[in-house]
């Protein structure tokens, strides 16, 4: 059987549709920015996330572009809330070339920890990302979430 016959049956769809994406127009115009997450050398997932002195050295920070930070009149350092629907998150924000405008990035791994208003202090990614699993994968679907970023 060749691949085409194969892949019309197939339960797999040819193209996968993120939940969350840049091209709805209403949900981009109040988040504005792509989230996507990274590992930090700081700690390995949640795994020496709460050693001390490598969070003095390699401190958890939201990366953002210089044009979306001056948009947003950021400077490296400023403590900043990233939100969406699902929830807040407050750490220090890096103003970075090494990112696209447009998009934002934070480490994985970091443990929720909320304050008394519910804001995730302790910067866990997950806060901001939906429960349903990646469309091909089933995993978690921290690359796409849509956030806003200001300041805290």
């Known amino acids: 059987m060749d691949f085409a016959r194969r892949r019309a049956n197939s339960r797999i769809a ?6 969350e994406s840049h091209l709805n ?7 504005p920015l792509q989230l996507s997450g ?7 997932h ?4 709460n050693v001390l002195m490598l969070h003095e050295a390699v401190p958890d920070e939201v990366w953002i572009n210089p ?3 001056s948009a947003r009149q950021l400077k490296s350092g400023d403590r900043v809330h990233v939100f969406n629907d699902r929830g807040v998150v407050e750490l220090p924000c890096k103003v970075t070339q090494r990112i696209l405008p447009g998009v934002a990035a934070m480490p994985q791994g970091a443990w ?12 866990c990614i997950n806060t901001l990302t939906s429960h349903h699993p990646s469309p091909l994968a089933k995993g978690n679907p921290q690359h796409t ?3 806003e970023i200001k300041r805290a």
């Open 25 to 31: 127009k209403a949900l981009t115009a109040k988040y």
């Open 14 to 19: 040819g193209i996968l549709s993120a939940k």
């Open 112 to 123: 929720t920890r909320l304050d008394g208003n519910g804001v995730d202090v302790g910067g």
């Open 145 to 147: 979430n849509l956030v």
């Open 46 to 49: 949640s795994t020496y996330s």
């Open 38 to 44: 990274f590992h930090t050398k700081g700690h390995t």
């Open 67 to 69: 044009i979306d930070a």
